[in-house]
Structure formats: C-alpha cells, structure tokens
C-alpha cells in the first residue's frame, strides 16, 4: 500500500511563499501525484497535479495558476508544490495524493492520501 508522507507546511504572511514536499513510499499503480487542500469547514479542492511519466501539470485551481509550481522527482518518489504569493483564503491543510493519469488529468485514488500538511497564510 503506497504510503504518503508531507512535509514543508508552516505559517507566513500574505504575499509570502512555501515549498511542500510529498514523499511516496512507492508508486505502485498509480502515475500521477498532486495536492488537495481543504480550509477548516470548507469542502476539500483539488490544487495541483503532475503525471510521473510525461511530468505534464494540471492546476485544477484557476486561482493559483502563475503563483504555485507543481514538480515530480520520480528517483526520489517525490513531488513538490512550490506557493508563492500566498494568500490569507489559502490557509488549508494540503494533503498529497497519487491517481490515475488519463484524459489530460490525474483522478486521485480514494483514501490513499498523506495526513497533511497544515499551511496558514496571515493578513
């Protein structure tokens, strides 16, 4: 079972930038990884995601394209979102996930997703 670890979260000020990481146990099955974040009552948005074969990017989010960069490293199992100009609506908890690559975009697998990675933006 592929096992997803984040790391890089942590608190800035609006405007300011952070790089999460998501490392896979392994990718099994699957070759797509990206991020889903969900704000503290709000429902989850899928943010980001990258095919580990072809590295092509779909930004789910109209919001955050030009300011987030979604990158895989497949030798280290591994993919970062690197946020900049953050703002304070994008205060979420991030979670990795890994999918299913097809028709130009990642279909993330049920339940396989890492415990998160909480990123808190201040006005």
């Known amino acids: 079972q592929v096992q997803l670890e984040e790391s890089g979260g942590g608190s800035v000020q609006a405007g300011g930038s952070l790089r999460l990481s998501c490392v896979a146990s392994e ?6 990884m990206g991020w ?4 503290l009552g709000k429902d989850f948005e899928e943010v980001a ?9 779909q930004y789910a989010l109209d919001s955050v394209k030009g300011r987030f960069t979604i990158s895989r490293y ?29 028709d130009g975009g990642c279909y993330p697998a049920a339940s396989t997703w890492g415990q998160g990675s909480q990123v808190t933006v201040s006005s």
Do not use: F
């Open 36 to 39: 889903i974040r969900q704000a």
């Open 27 to 32: 990718i099994g099955r699957y070759n797509c």
């Open 49 to 57: 995601y990258i095919s580990t074969t072809s590295g092509i990017a």
């Open 74 to 102: 497949n030798a280290k199992n591994t993919v970062t979102l690197q946020m900049n100009s953050l703002k304070p609506e994008e205060t979420a908890m991030y979670y990795c996930t890994v999918g299913d690559w097809a």
